[in-house]
């Protein structure tokens, strides 16, 4: 039964949070506008996931919050959003502020298919 336990747990710790960063939120870096190679679908993080939107007032408190960053860090680079997702559930939720772009939902949707592809 421990093993169960630490194996959820890694998994979980493993497969959760991202938060997207940009230098302020009138920026958005030219390399979002670029174009980019899927991956083959037996290397995503996930396939057939469950996609949530949820509106957040203060996205850079929130995603800092979510991804376990400082709130000094936060602001000095502030998210535009951020995506959390499950494996074990196959579920994503992406988190952005009411007025947003169809480039930052787009790079958070991304995460729900390929998890952290920032590396």
């Given at each position: ?24 939120t009138a920026y958005m870096p030219v390399s979002e506008m670029e ?76 995460h729900c298919f390929e998890g952290h592809f920032h590396r």
């Open positions: 039964m421990d093993k169960y336990l630490k194996l959820l747990c890694c998994l979980l710790c493993l497969g959760l949070l991202s938060g997207c960063q940009t230098m302020g174009k980019f190679q899927s991956l083959n679908p037996e290397k995503r993080a996930m396939n057939d996931v469950r996609v949530r939107w949820e509106i957040v007032e203060d996205v850079v408190k929130h995603c800092a919050r979510t991804v376990g960053m400082g709130l000094e860090q936060s602001y000095m680079t502030p998210p535009q959003g951020c995506a959390t997702w499950s494996k074990a559930r196959q579920a994503c939720t992406i988190y952005t502020p009411r007025v947003t772009t169809h480039t930052v939902l787009g790079h958070e949707l991304r």
